[in-house]
């Protein structure tokens, strides 16, 4: 959840909206949870169980700067009659019986006269519904124990009593009154929720202190037949007490991507609202969504209202969070029908989410189709239902379990206590999906564009002047040439490398695409981006064309929609739908050209009257517009097609009337993927690229493009398809980034920040979308169409009115300007080459001065001296070597660039004190030892990536810096893909891979689904390394403050936010592009936040992102940074010279290559790095001295001395407004705006010290050690400092096997084993959380259930989520089922289990599994290497694997040797009755054990070379 | 590319030349064209870099990446029009271009750089063989008229780009025929004239009038100039010889280079050169003074012309052959140019300063030279000393002066009063207006003495600025 708009009237405890800090980016997430008895039996224990393992789930909260103040705490039970009628009698107030009356408690003002006239307003409202105010009671506290910052911002709690008049019938009448009674007095206070059937206990507490703060939770009066429980962290230091949980259906972990397509698409929506059950009071609800809600606060609005009007609440779940149902064969047909009726109705609340919900009566939970989320649960023989975040909550004797489980990606998991029973997922589902015949419903009613006859009025349309045309829509033979063709060609994405050094659209003085003023968000740590191409399944571009219907009803019609399966349109498809006539189906096509030579002001009249010609055709009944540009010529010039599509959609949204049409978008602008994501992003239903088709057609016709086809008609309509293809590939990874799963409701869901457009033009059109530093309007749009236009109708002869170059991609000198360019870039090499000072003077000058080309937004300020200073002598700054101490190389994997090229960096860096980066790819441990002649070539810096490559607790314990990467500059959210043929033997070597086969790195860490996740990690790493300090790296996008300030609460000790623009050893151009914003931003937003937060002082902050100067250097620093790092400019001092090959293995100067004669061309230097690094920090001195500064620390936060330099703006630039980003928030004196304290890891009495101390004579005298433990979820991480310890004194090799033994009873914490090493067994008895052996390199981990246990460990869950996680060797024995991810990403260990979750084996590259039991959906899903045996007991297990990778092979006498090794092994630690079983019918069993052999693998190992082309070519890592 | 580890694979291999022994007895272009196969395969070297250092280094920013692409796959007719976007006269820099992209090649850094030059040849003769390069007169005209005064490569390049802009040009050329240096101060073996007749006829089918044997400012009053166009551009280039002030200059036999081609060329044109004014090198000594390309044109046209023997002499030291420190890649180096007329024979020596002719009979018979040390004085300048004790003689009896040309003729520039830099170039703003209303200058004659290249890049900037001048705005590209 997130997302937080303005302070309420009552309190204002969020920070205002300051500088670049917006309330509105607020993260948190959370533990969740309930406890339940099943038979519906109300009692005080349950309350209590349920407090109880929210205090369990502490760890998941967090804390702030205050340590005493929680994020938030709550508690959901019924409404305790017997206590209340208790505390009435007291109180003289007369209550009814249970049911008549509905209770709330409210937040009031602390001041007596406002508090008078809350409740005041309160008796009026309530009196004015109808119903009767019974009374009020002050809710007893102890506030004594809370936080300072809860304190200060505590409300007056008091409950209100409501009594329930004749006239209204109890349940849900009375709640639906007692609904209007709240919706209408939150006006003026917080009510946590006003029911006749619950209540709810929470505030600004840690999960510890809820007991203590509420003495009403002790009185055993208080019963309920559950509790249901959320323990919230959040990213900022303000949560406030109306944003704890529960609300007051629900309680929520996980994040709404799509909030604001939901709150725009919900608005637009309540215009066809009606309902019985509401009747009149429907206005006094509306808008459903109350404004200023975090995410889960909105969606528990809908849920609230659905759930009144009348739907079950299992049904309005299945509505709002739909499984991923398209092309799911594991789910009925009826289903299907249920989810794709209502797919009609709205678009689902999409991203990571597990849910507790409650009506009072039925408590359940859902799951994401993702599954992003963990929900784990217990059911107790005695009818008792734990579920929670985590197993281990509470304490329940193994024999008392019946069942222990883990809710599934996109299941429900529901108790009916009324009925007192547990209904499963199928048999809910299979009642919802029966309650209308949806099926016939669909058939009678829902139209299929590939069934529309094809148009008899087809008009062919071709462009009279093409390459008018093309200009006219801003083509530049670059788009051709880079984009269009690897689309056309191959159905590929466009790919490329370094980073983006063109200037941002605001300050270019060329004309630019309307789109190139937006960058696409991104997912970072609140939740993660999903993997397209892998985890497709959950994916669908799906379309539903037409009219919606009255969201509160349920009719056949609702269904009469246009099903578009491919929303990108071809020409066929566009007149099928223009030339439509079905039932209610109508076309209105609205011309978007206006009249180019009357100038801006035609512009501006046509998007009015677009806007009044799409209101008018919905009046006239159309269901269709169709915004078209066709026709553009000498006269008529066309509105940007994304300004006309945002200000149609926004207007209809403005109207109510947006869901009463489809937008269709004709346009001869789109062509690359961003721009299609744009324009569905702001409301297109649909897009006809026609232009781009055309082109493809000619660049056919001129052999621009060889498709194998000789005819040519088949041969375009296959480079239409494969481009078409490309787009909604790119489109699926631009969803995912985000971690979308559906086009429906990435629609409207405006996943853009604008970077220079001004308010009023994002009011008018794109409304809602956030732009920070102002901008151009329309008449800058309009100026930039009309220059276009001119340049398209030149009148010049042909040969001199071929397209423009381009140049955007790569340097030209007619093109966009770079700043890397052939003069900066051979005045950089001379100046560190030779050590010229006035070359790096030339060099500088090129960069800083950015008069004529204005690039950056750092190249718009100038330094402001603040008149008190003076300038100090230049001896008295501080020396070249302590500013060198804060510069670090930036992350490039060996694999990326050359041996010579990575070493060399870290040669120089370990040199001259500062840090190289070893990127992701792990590090060869020969580079540990010091060089024989002195220096070191160790990366100081330790790469923690989402592929783990490499990542061995030796590499870790050989580490000063250990650095989580989130996300990468040039493609945040995405993973990326090191193809086979690049993997040489040394590549393999340091990634514990085989050579010749393909590595991807997932694009989430599989560890990390929200900000506690994070949290957990930072811990790990630093269990692993105590000495190290941990990083973490972010890209620079609107709300990485906020991220940041949880990631500091996370323990994080330095942070880094990287620019947008930085480099990359290959992306999709689009990303390169499009995605992330500069570093100015991000690391202004992020200094600014932690400063109000106040943990600014707890962690770091350095910067990256094209940073090349010295003054550079000193702008980040008064932005906020301490650090520095440095990428491209270092390869160029090292030779590169931008070739941009990077991703073609094909540098020709040796630096990003591995091909071994290239290599041999490097001549970089470490006297040249040098050099270059000393030229910068000299720079930085020179600086500092002028502006009377000696201390480079003194430089940090000081915005006050930059302002903006209005010399040198142009035409666009001149409408940027800095000033946030260099806002100076005022905090008091105490408040410490940079680093000067120390985080504390809470690594001082934990378990592993224990268990070192216990090994001493294992690790000094590789003596056997043997010793048991008692267990307990709050006991994380356990074994990896002992791990970390084995590997300092012994590296890779650890211990003899079997050194040390230890047994654990209980239920073990998160990462239980993370990173063993080798010669550490640790068995438990009893069960284990996410994340078990992750990174294990080559322990035994050993898990089975008590022997005691009441259910059958094979059946029963044992161990969570993404466990062996990147385990590189090693031992694994799971008596038991584990959770998805099982050894996601295993490169090494060996390991038996008895089931699996969905997406087993994912990634794996190396090692074998053994599954003795059944696996979940998409399994071995980009598995390239390892083997997996999987005893297919039930036949069925191909229809649940991924075969995209892998084949099926029958067994060897190798295979059947380990097979039968691993048996007996698993037998021999867990005794395990089925490895007995199998064992004992070995013979008969072996058919049925299926070998899962990935095809790459298999042909590396029988040592045949590799084809280059085989599977996914898209993109290398970097 | 397709595939782009083909530098690697594929050495450079320049086209060759004829046979010198075959050569020079005739006045036919040295340089063989080659295949266009062989084309392909050297162009398929490029590297379509992500910075492309050759498009930086070529003063008129060729897009050689694209062609080099276009040509390799076999798309010529797409290559020449990318070509033509940006050079005029592709046909003469791939003949005779020093080829400064070539020395900012991206391959040069480790490697041999790619064959740009011959590349850029190689698809403009393909495209004229198959007869694209057709007249292609504008579409609309604006009514606006230009004079352009000078045929060498700025005047050809500036009428070219405004006659495609709608303007009526006329072009004024005080010889007989059109091509200003091209045709006459290059010899034949380098560039073969038909070259040059080939582009002038399609110039002149595209609406271009020329009018040769017009010395403006004499056959053509300057009153009159004015009055009859809207604009003017000078480009009559810059060909007033540096001289060598020495004892002896008055003998006999003593030459400026420039008489000495443009007389050769008449000749091989066939035109007759009366006795009395003929420089004949046949059996004579010959001395060039002047390393430059202009004194490797006479050490080609003496060897032709029979001469007894043929040394040419430089003030300078002999520059390196290879970059050195001082002059790192990306930039123009000053190396050793051993052009094909070397390898035709003769002798070169450098740091050789001539003191004197000495002559019999008012004929030069020798030069009294000196060898000579360069240095820095403490400023940084140039400091020539004479060595001591190292004075020689060289027996001549024909001495020819390439020692480059230092302004342009006065005669009309003055009549036109516009104003002139210190240099005595005639001063242009950036936009090459002169200080005179309506008169623009570019090439040499604006930035003296200079690369074909650059003079193609100043007529093309020219027309730029005159169009924008004419029309208020320009779809003329300014580069």
């Known amino acids: 959840?997130?997302?937080?708009?303005?302070?309420?009237?009552?309190?204002?405890?969020?920070?205002?909206?300051?500088?670049?800090?917006?309330?509105?980016?607020?993260?948190?997430?959370?533990?969740?949870?309930?406890?339940?008895?099943?038979?519906?039996?109300?009692?005080?224990?349950?309350?209590?169980?349920?407090?109880?393992?929210?205090?369990?789930?502490?760890?998941?909260?967090?804390?702030?700067?205050?340590?005493?103040?929680?994020?938030?705490?709550?508690?959901?039970?019924?409404?305790?009659?017997?206590?209340?009628?208790?505390?009435?009698?007291?109180?003289?107030?007369?209550?009814?019986?249970?049911?008549?009356?509905?209770?709330?408690?409210?937040?009031?003002?602390?001041?007596?006269?406002?508090?008078?006239?809350?409740?005041?307003?309160?008796?009026?409202?309530?009196?004015?519904?109808?119903?009767?105010?019974?009374?009020?009671?002050?809710?007893?506290?102890?506030?004594?124990?809370?936080?300072?910052?809860?304190?200060?911002?505590?409300?007056?709690?008091?409950?209100?009593?409501?009594?329930?008049?004749?006239?209204?019938?109890?349940?849900?009448?009375?709640?639906?009154?007692?609904?209007?009674?709240?919706?209408?007095?939150?006006?003026?206070?917080?009510?946590?929720?006003?029911?006749?059937?619950?209540?709810?206990?929470?505030?600004?507490?840690?999960?510890?202190?809820?007991?203590?703060?509420?003495?009403?939770?002790?009185?055993?009066?208080?019963?309920?037949?559950?509790?249901?429980?959320?323990?919230?962290?959040?990213?900022?230091?303000?949560?406030?007490?109306?944003?704890?949980?529960?609300?007051?259906?629900?309680?929520?972990?996980?994040?709404?991507?799509?909030?604001?397509?939901?709150?725009?698409?919900?608005?637009?929506?309540?215009?066809?609202?009606?309902?019985?059950?509401?009747?009149?009071?429907?206005?006094?609800?509306?808008?459903?969504?109350?404004?200023?809600?975090?995410?889960?606060?909105?969606?528990?609005?809908?849920?609230?209202?659905?759930?009144?009007?009348?739907?079950?609440?299992?049904?309005?779940?299945?509505?709002?969070?739909?499984?991923?149902?398209?092309?799911?064969?594991?789910?009925?047909?009826?289903?299907?029908?249920?989810?794709?009726?209502?797919?009609?109705?709205?678009?689902?609340?999409?991203?990571?989410?597990?849910?507790?919900?409650?009506?009072?009566?039925?408590?359940?939970?859902?799951?994401?189709?993702?599954?992003?989320?963990?929900?784990?649960?217990?059911?107790?023989?005695?009818?008792?239902?734990?579920?929670?975040?985590?197993?281990?909550?509470?304490?329940?004797?193994?024999?008392?379990?019946?069942?222990?489980?883990?809710?599934?990606?996109?299941?429900?998991?529901?108790?009916?206590?009324?009925?007192?029973?547990?209904?499963?997922?199928?048999?809910?589902?299979?009642?919802?999906?029966?309650?209308?015949?949806?099926?016939?419903?669909?058939?009678?009613?829902?139209?299929?564009?590939?069934?529309?006859?094809?148009?008899?009025?087809?008009?062919?349309?071709?462009?009279?002047?093409?390459?008018?045309?093309?200009?006219?829509?801003?083509?530049?033979?670059?788009?051709?040439?880079?984009?269009?063709?690897?689309?056309?060609?191959?159905?590929?994405?466009?790919?490329?490398?370094?980073?983006?050094?063109?200037?941002?659209?605001?300050?270019?003085?060329?004309?630019?695409?309307?789109?190139?003023?937006?960058?696409?968000?991104?997912?970072?740590?609140?939740?993660?981006?999903?993997?397209?191409?892998?985890?497709?399944?959950?994916?669908?571009?799906n379309t539903y064309l037409g009219r919606e219907k009255n969201l509160l009803e349920e009719t056949p019609d609702h269904c009469h929609r246009l099903k578009v399966n491919n929303p990108i349109l071809t020409n066929i498809d566009l007149e099928k739908i223009r030339g439509i006539r079905n039932r209610t189906f109508k076309t209105k096509t609205i011309t978007t050209l206006f009249d180019a030579s009357k100038g801006k002001a035609a512009l501006k009249k046509a998007l009015d009257r677009i806007c009044k010609e799409a209101s008018a055709a919905i009046k006239a009944g159309y269901t269709f517009i169709i915004l078209s540009d066709r026709g553009v010529d000498e006269k008529h010039a066309a509105l940007p097609a994304l300004l006309a599509c945002g200000a149609v959609h926004h207007h209809l949204i403005r109207t109510q009337a947006r869901t009463r049409a489809s937008i269709i978008i004709e346009s001869g602008e789109p062509r690359e993927v961003a721009h299609f994501a744009l324009l569905f992003g702001y409301g297109a239903d649909c897009i006809n690229p026609y232009l781009a088709y055309e082109t493809i057609e000619q660049m056919i016709r001129d052999k621009d493009l060889i498709i194998a086809f000789p005819d040519p008609e088949l041969a375009s309509s296959t480079a239409r398809k494969n481009y078409i293809d490309a787009v909604n590939h790119g489109l699926l990874k631009i969803l995912s980034k985000m971690g979308i799963s559906t086009l429906q409701s990435y629609r409207g869901a405006q996943i853009f920040e604008a970077v220079g457009l001004d308010r009023h033009l994002i009011d008018k059109c794109f409304s809602g979308t956030v732009s920070r530093i102002e901008g151009i309007g329309l008449d800058e749009i309009a100026q930039e169409v009309i220059k276009r236009h001119a340049a398209a109708f030149t009148g010049l002869a042909a040969s001199q009115a071929a397209l423009p170059n381009g140049g955007l991609y790569q340097w030209r000198r007619d093109g966009e300007s770079h700043l890397w360019n052939p003069e900066s870039i051979a005045a950089l090499q001379d100046a560190a080459r030779n050590n010229d000072a006035a070359a790096y003077k030339r060099f500088s000058e090129l960069i800083n001065n950015q008069a004529g080309y204005l690039t950056t937004l750092r190249g718009m300020m100038k330094f402001t001296p603040s008149s008190a200073a003076r300038p100090v002598p230049l001896d008295e700054v501080e020396p070249v070597s302590e500013i060198l101490k804060r510069f670090v190389t930036g992350a490039m994997s060996f694999g990326s660039i050359s041996r010579g090229a990575h070493e060399t960096m870290a040669l120089t860096m370990n040199r001259i004190g500062g840090r190289s980066n070893s990127g992701e790819g792990g590090e060869d441990p020969a580079r540990y030892k010091p060089l024989p002649g002195g220096g070191s070539i160790r990366s100081a810096t330790k790469q923690v990536a989402s592929g783990r490559f490499g990542v061995t607790i030796n590499y870790l314990a050989n580490a000063d810096e250990l650095q989580i990467k989130i996300a990468q500059g040039a493609k945040p959210g995405e993973g990326g893909q090191l193809p086979g043929h690049k993997v040489s033997e040394t590549i393999a070597k340091v990634r514990h891979s085989t050579p010749g086969v393909?590595?991807?790195?997932?694009?989430?860490?599989?560890?990390?689904?929200?900000?506690?996740?994070?949290?957990?990690?930072?811990?790990?790493?630093?269990?692993?390394?105590?000495?190290?300090?941990?990083?973490?790296?972010?890209?620079?996008?609107?709300?990485?403050?906020?991220?940041?300030?949880?990631?500091?609460?996370?323990?994080?000790?330095?942070?880094?936010?990287?620019?947008?623009?930085?480099?990359?050893?290959?992306?999709?151009?689009?990303?390169?592009?499009?995605?992330?914003?500069?570093?100015?931003?991000?690391?202004?937003?992020?200094?600014?936040?932690?400063?109000?937060?106040?943990?600014?002082?707890?962690?770091?902050?350095?910067?990256?992102?094209?940073?090349?100067?010295?003054?550079?250097?000193?702008?980040?620093?008064?932005?906020?940074?301490?650090?520095?790092?440095?990428?491209?400019?270092?390869?160029?001092?090292?030779?590169?010279?931008?070739?941009?090959?990077?991703?073609?293995?094909?540098?020709?100067?040796?630096?990003?290559?591995?091909?071994?004669?290239?290599?041999?061309?490097?001549?970089?230097?470490?006297?040249?790095?040098?050099?270059?690094?000393?030229?910068?920090?000299?720079?930085?001195?020179?600086?500092?001295?002028?502006?009377?500064?000696?201390?480079?620390?003194?430089?940090?936060?000081?915005?006050?001395?930059?302002?903006?330099?209005?010399?040198?703006?142009?035409?666009?630039?001149?409408?940027?407004?800095?000033?946030?980003?260099?806002?100076?928030?005022?905090?008091?004196?105490?408040?410490?705006?940079?680093?000067?304290?120390?985080?504390?890891?809470?690594?001082?009495?934990?378990?592993?010290?224990?268990?070192?101390?216990?090994?001493?004579?294992?690790?000094?005298?590789?003596?056997?050690?043997?010793?048991?433990?008692?267990?307990?979820?709050?006991?994380?991480?356990?074994?990896?400092?002992?791990?970390?310890?084995?590997?300092?004194?012994?590296?890779?090799?650890?211990?003899?096997?079997?050194?040390?033994?230890?047994?654990?009873?209980?239920?073990?914490?998160?990462?239980?084993?993370?990173?063993?090493?080798?010669?550490?067994?640790?068995?438990?008895?009893?069960?284990?959380?996410?994340?078990?052996?992750?990174?294990?390199?080559?322990?035994?981990?050993?898990?089975?259930?008590?022997?005691?246990?009441?259910?059958?460990?094979?059946?029963?869950?044992?161990?969570?989520?993404?466990?062996?996680?990147?385990?590189?060797?090693?031992?694994?024995?799971?008596?038991?089922?584990?959770?998805?991810?099982?050894?996601?990403?295993?490169?090494?260990?060996?390991?038996?289990?008895?089931?699996?979750?969905?997406?087993?084996?994912?990634?794996?590259?190396?090692?074998?599994?053994?599954?003795?039991?059944?696996?979940?959906?998409?399994?071995?899903?980009?598995?390239?290497?390892?083997?997996?045996?999987?005893?297919?007991?039930?036949?069925?297990?191909?229809?649940?694997?991924?075969?995209?990778?892998?084949?099926?092979?029958?067994?060897?006498?190798?295979?059947?040797?380990?097979?039968?090794?691993?048996?007996?092994?698993?037998?021999?630690?867990?005794?395990?009755?089925?490895?007995?079983?199998?064992?004992?019918?070995?013979?008969?069993?072996?058919?049925?054990?299926?070998?899962?052999?990935?095809?790459?693998?298999?042909?590396?190992?029988?040592?045949?070379?590799?084809?280059?082309?085989?599977?996914?070519?898209?993109?290398?890592?970097? | 590319m397709a595939d782009t580890k083909r530098f690697l694979k594929i050495k450079r291999e320049t086209a060759p030349y004829r046979a010198v022994c075959e050569r020079v007895k005739d006045y036919r272009e040295v340089a063989v064209l080659r295949p266009d196969d062989k084309s392909q395969e050297q162009g398929s070297r490029c590297m379509d870099c992500g910075v492309p250092f050759c498009h930086w280094g070529c003063p008129v920013g060729n897009y050689i990446p694209e062609w080099n692409d276009l040509m390799f796959r076999g798309q010529w007719k797409k290559a020449v029009e990318s070509l033509h976007a940006t050079n005029n006269l592709p046909e003469i820099t791939g003949r005779l271009c020093p080829a400064l992209c070539e020395f900012s090649c991206v391959l040069g850094i480790n490697d041999d750089p790619i064959t740009i030059r011959e590349n850029e040849l190689a698809i403009i003769e393909h495209a004229f063989r198959e007869g694209w390069i057709k007249p292609e007169p504008p579409k609309k005209r604006t009514g606006k008229k230009v004079a352009v005064i000078g045929s060498g490569p700025a005047g050809l390049a500036c009428a070219d780009q405004l006659n495609k802009a709608g303007h009526k040009v006329t072009v004024f050329e005080k010889d007989d025929k059109p091509g200003g240096i091209l045709r006459y101060g290059i010899p034949d073996f380098k560039l073969d004239k038909s070259v040059i007749d080939r582009r002038i006829k399609i110039y002149k089918k595209e609406g271009i009038e020329f009018r040769t044997s017009t010395d403006v400012g004499a056959d053509y009053k300057v009153s009159k100039l004015k009055k009859d166009f809207d604009a003017v551009c000078l480009t009559s280039g810059s060909r007033f010889p540096r001289d060598l002030k020495i004892p002896g200059r008055e003998l006999k036999g003593v030459y400026f280079a420039m008489d000495y081609l443009i007389q050769s060329n008449r000749k091989t044109a066939g035109q007759k050169i009366p006795p009395a004014g003929m420089i004949d090198a046949k059996g004579r000594k010959v001395v060039v003074i002047g390393g430059g390309d202009t004194g490797s044109d006479c050490v080609g046209t003496a060897h032709r012309q029979g001469a007894a023997c043929v040394v040419q002499i430089e003030l300078l030291p002999q520059p390196p052959e290879c970059r050195t420190k001082d002059c790192p890649w990306p930039r123009y180096p000053m190396l050793l140019k051993t052009s094909s007329s070397h390898h035709e024979g003769g002798e070169r020596h450098w740091a050789v300063s001539t003191k004197e002719f000495k002559g019999e009979k008012g004929v030069v018979k020798k030069l009294s030279c000196v060898k000579v040390d360069i240095g820095k004085d403490d400023k940084g300048r140039m400091l020539i000393k004479d060595i001591p004790g190292t004075a020689f003689d060289i027996e001549a009896d024909m001495v020819v002066l390439a020692l480059g040309f230092i302004y342009p003729e006065k005669g009309l520039i003055s009549q036109l009063g516009v104003e002139l830099d210190p240099r005595g170039n005639v001063r242009a703003d950036e936009h090459y207006l002169t200080s005179v209303k309506d008169v623009f200058a570019a090439g040499d004659m604006r930035r003296g003495q200079s690369l074909i290249v650059w003079a193609v890049s100043e007529g093309r900037r020219a027309a730029h600025s005159i169009d924008k001048y004419l029309m208020g705005s320009t779809r003329l590209p300014s580069l």
């Open chain 1, 998 to 1518: 393909t590595l991807i790195s997932p694009p989430p860490h599989h560890d990390i689904y929200s900000i506690e996740d994070l949290a957990q990690l930072i811990f790990d790493l630093k269990n692993a390394n105590p000495r190290a300090r941990i990083s973490v790296k972010l890209v620079s996008e609107i709300g990485v403050g906020t991220i940041a300030a949880g990631v500091a609460k996370g323990h994080a000790d330095m942070i880094l936010i990287s620019g947008g623009d930085g480099g990359t050893g290959a992306s999709p151009l689009s990303s390169i592009k499009h995605a992330g914003v500069p570093w100015e931003l991000g690391l202004s937003e992020t200094h600014q936040t932690l400063v109000l937060n106040d943990l600014r002082s707890r962690v770091r902050l350095q910067t990256d992102g094209q940073l090349r100067t010295g003054r550079d250097v000193v702008i980040a620093a008064m932005l906020g940074a301490e650090e520095f790092g440095f990428a491209t400019a270092a390869l160029i001092v090292m030779g590169c010279v931008m070739l941009r090959h990077c991703h073609l293995n094909n540098c020709s100067v040796g630096v990003a290559t591995q091909d071994e004669e290239l290599g041999k061309r490097f001549a970089g230097k470490t006297e040249h790095l040098e050099a270059y690094f000393r030229f910068v920090a000299e720079e930085v001195r020179t600086i500092m001295s002028g502006l009377g500064v000696r201390k480079l620390d003194e430089l940090v936060g000081r915005t006050e001395l930059l302002d903006i330099n209005t010399d040198i703006l142009n035409w666009k630039s001149r409408k940027v407004d800095l000033s946030r980003i260099l806002y100076k928030p005022e905090v008091p004196a105490h408040v410490k705006t940079r680093c000067s304290i120390k985080q504390d890891h809470g690594i001082d009495a934990i378990l592993d010290l224990k268990l070192i101390e216990a090994a001493k004579p294992a690790l000094e005298g590789k003596e056997r050690v043997k010793a048991s433990f008692d267990i307990s979820n709050t006991d994380r991480t356990v074994g990896a400092m002992l791990s970390g310890e084995v590997a300092r004194r012994y590296g890779d090799e650890g211990l003899p096997d079997g050194t040390v033994h230890y047994k654990f009873t209980g239920t073990a914490g998160q990462s239980f084993g993370a990173f063993l090493a080798k010669g550490v067994t640790l068995e438990v008895e009893g069960q284990a959380n996410d994340y078990v052996g992750k990174g294990m390199s080559g322990g035994r981990v050993i898990v089975y259930p008590p022997g005691h246990a009441g259910f059958e460990p094979s059946e029963n869950i044992i161990i969570g989520n993404t466990t062996f996680y990147g385990a590189t060797s090693g031992e694994a024995y799971i008596r038991g089922v584990a959770g998805e991810r099982f050894c996601i990403r295993n490169s090494g260990a060996y390991a038996v289990v008895e089931g699996v979750g969905d997406h087993g084996c994912e990634y794996m590259t190396g090692g074998r599994v053994f599954i003795l039991g059944k696996t979940g959906r998409n399994f071995a899903a980009g598995m390239s290497g390892g083997i997996a045996y999987v005893y297919d007991e039930d036949r069925n297990f191909r229809s649940r694997c991924n075969m995209g990778m892998v084949a099926f092979e029958p067994l060897t006498g190798e295979d059947k040797a380990v097979i039968e090794r691993l048996l007996s092994d698993h037998y021999k630690y867990t005794r395990s009755a089925k490895a007995k079983e199998v064992l004992d019918d070995i013979g008969n069993i072996l058919k049925h054990i299926v070998k899962v052999m990935p095809v790459e693998y298999k042909r590396a190992l029988e040592g045949r070379t590799m084809r280059k082309d085989v599977l996914f070519e898209e993109v290398s890592d970097g």
């Open chain 1, 1 to 541: 959840m997130a997302k937080k708009s303005t302070g309420r009237a009552y309190n204002g405890h969020l920070p205002a909206k300051q500088g670049l800090y917006d309330p509105q980016f607020e993260h948190d997430s959370c533990g969740v949870g309930f406890v339940c008895d099943i038979k519906g039996r109300k009692s005080h224990d349950t309350v209590l169980k349920g407090i109880l393992a929210l205090e369990h789930l502490m760890h998941r909260g967090a804390t702030g700067s205050d340590p005493d103040t929680g994020d938030g705490a709550g508690v959901l039970i019924q409404i305790p009659h017997g206590f209340f009628a208790k505390e009435c009698r007291k109180e003289g107030i007369g209550l009814p019986p249970e049911g008549d009356y509905g209770a709330g408690i409210v937040f009031l003002p602390v001041d007596g006269k406002k508090r008078k006239a809350c409740e005041d307003a309160v008796k009026r409202i309530t009196e004015e519904e109808g119903l009767a105010l019974l009374g009020w009671r002050d809710v007893p506290v102890d506030d004594s124990m809370i936080g300072k910052t809860a304190r200060d911002t505590e409300p007056f709690i008091r409950q209100v009593f409501i009594g329930r008049p004749g006239s209204v019938p109890a349940g849900l009448a009375f709640e639906r009154k007692l609904y209007v009674v709240r919706r209408r007095a939150e006006k003026d206070c917080y009510i946590t929720g006003l029911s006749s059937r619950t209540i709810c206990y929470k505030g600004l507490l840690k999960s510890t202190q809820l007991k203590g703060y509420f003495p009403d939770l002790n009185d055993e009066n208080v019963t309920s037949a559950f509790a249901l429980i959320h323990a919230r962290y959040s990213t900022n230091t303000f949560p406030t007490w109306d944003l704890s949980q529960p609300f007051r259906f629900m309680a929520h972990n996980g994040e709404i991507n799509t909030l604001r397509g939901n709150i725009n698409w919900m608005a637009a929506r309540q215009g066809l609202f009606k309902s019985g059950a509401f009747g009149s009071d429907m206005r006094k609800i509306l808008p459903v969504i109350v404004p200023g809600g975090s995410d889960s606060a909105m969606i528990d609005n809908t849920l609230e209202m659905l759930v009144l009007s009348g739907r079950p609440l299992p049904h309005v779940m299945m509505m709002l969070i739909p499984e991923a149902w398209q092309g799911n064969n594991q789910i009925d047909e009826d289903r299907k029908h249920f989810y794709e009726y209502h797919a009609c109705l709205m678009e689902p609340w999409d991203g990571p989410a597990a849910i507790a919900f409650t009506d009072g009566n039925l408590v359940g939970a859902i799951l994401d189709r993702n599954g992003l989320r963990p929900a784990r649960y217990v059911i107790t023989k005695g009818g008792l239902v734990v579920m929670a975040s985590e197993a281990g909550v509470l304490d329940i004797p193994a024999e008392e379990i019946a069942v222990n489980g883990r809710l599934q990606p996109g299941k429900m998991f529901l108790i009916d206590t009324v009925a007192g029973r547990i209904i499963e997922d199928s048999e809910i589902k299979a009642g919802m999906a029966s309650s209308q015949p949806y099926g016939r419903w669909l058939e009678e009613n829902m139209e299929k564009l590939s069934d529309l006859p094809f148009p008899h009025t087809y008009k062919v349309w071709h462009e009279k002047d093409l390459a008018a045309a093309q200009k006219a829509f801003g083509y530049s033979k670059e788009d051709l040439r880079r984009v269009i063709k690897p689309m056309a060609g191959d159905g590929n994405e466009p790919t490329g490398s370094m980073g983006d050094d063109t200037p941002l659209a605001v300050l270019s003085t060329r004309p630019r695409m309307l789109y190139d003023y937006f960058k696409q968000l991104f997912a970072q740590v609140t939740n993660p981006p999903i993997d397209p191409i892998r985890e497709e399944l959950v994916m669908t571009l």
